[in-house]
C-alpha cells in the first residue's frame, strides 16, 4: 500500500515567515512522529501523536514550533516567524499502535529559510 | 535519557566484500528495541534491520546481519556482498519508553566498483 508521504517536498522561504509542513501516515497507523535532521544536530525528535492522547512535545526546540493532528490521520507542523536555525529536513514517521512496531519514514520536506 | 553513538562517520568497501558498521548505545530501559535505517539521497529512511533487546540470537535480513552484545551495549550491522545500491548513510537508532527514536550520527557507506 501506500507509503507515508509529506508535502511539500522543498520549501524556501524568507525570515519571519510562517510555515506549513504536511504528512500522511500510513492508513491504520494510529501513533506519528515528527523528526528533524540538521547538520549540526543530526536527527531530532520534535513531537509525537498516539491516536487520541495527548501528544509528547518534549523534543519541540520552541514555542514557534506546533503541531497537530486532524481526526487522527494528517499531521500538519508549523513553524512560526521562522529562523534561519530552523533549515532542515523534517521527516514525519507513522507506525501501529505497539510499542515494539517499526516506524515508517516519509521522504521529508526540507526547508530553507533566507 | 537513551544515547547513541556511531565512531565512524564515513566507511568505504569493495564492491562484493563484507563491511561492519559500529553503534554503542546507552540506556537505562529494560525493555528496547534497537534499528539500523538506511537513508539514500533521496532521504527517505528505509529499515534495514531491527533487534528486540529480550532476543538473545542475533537478527538477519539477507546480507544485513548484526551482532547484538548486551552487556557491552553494542549493535553493530554486517553488510556482506556489498552492492553498489548498498552505498547510503546508515543510522543506527534505539527507542525508549515514549517510543520516539534517538538516532546516532550516522556513517556514510561508499561502496567501491
Known amino acids: 500500500g501506500a507509503g507515508v508521504s509529506q508535502s511539500p517536498s522543498n520549501k524556501v522561504t524568507e525570515k519571519g515567515k510562517d510555515v506549513e509542513l504536511r504528512c500522511d501516515p500510513i492508513?491504520?497507523?494510529?501513533?506519528l512522529y515528527w523528526y528533524r535532521q540538521s547538520l549540526g544536530q543530526g536527527l531530532e525528535f520534535l513531537i509525537y501523536f498516539q491516536g487520541n492522547s495527548a501528544p509528547d512535545k518534549s523534543g519541540l526546540p520552541s514555542d514557534r514550533f506546533s503541531a497537530e493532528r486532524t481526526g487522527g490521520s494528517v499531521s500538519t507542523l508549523t513553524i512560526q516567524r521562522t529562523q534561519q536555525e530552523d533549515s532542515a529536513v523534517y521527516l514525519c514517521?507513522?507506525?501501529?499502535?505497539?510499542?515494539?512496531?517499526?516506524?515508517?519514514f516519509g521522504p521529508g520536506t526540507r526547508l530553507l529559510v533566507l | 535519557a537513551q544515547t547513541v553513538t556511531q565512531s565512524q562517520p564515513e566507511m568505504s568497501v569493495q564492491e562484493a566484500e563484507t563491511v561492519t558498521l559500529s553503534c554503542t548505545y546507552d540506556?537505562?530501559?529494560?525493555?528496547?528495541?534497537l534499528f539500523w535505517y538506511k537513508q539514500p539521497p533521496s532521504r527517505q529512511m528505509i529499515l534495514v534491520i531491527r533487534q528486540e533487546a529480550y532476543k538473545q540470537q542475533n537478527a538477519t535480513e539477507n546480507r544485513f546481519s548484526v551482532n547484538f552484545q548486551k552487556a557491552a551495549k553494542s549493535f553493530s550491522l554486517k553488510i556482506s556482498d556489498s552492492q553498489l545500491g548498498d552505498a547510503a548513510m546508515y543510522f543506527c537508532?534505539?527507542?525508549?519508553?515514549?517510543?520516539?527514536?534517538?538516532f546516532g550520527g550516522g556513517t556514510r557507506l561508499m561502496v567501491k566498483p
Open positions: 514517521a507513522s507506525s501501529t499502535n505497539l510499542r515494539i512496531e517499526t516506524q515508517y
Open positions: 537508532a534505539s527507542n525508549n519508553a515514549g517510543n520516539m527514536l534517538t
Open positions: 540506556t537505562s530501559e529494560s525493555d528496547y528495541y
Open positions: 492508513s491504520g497507523h494510529t501513533a
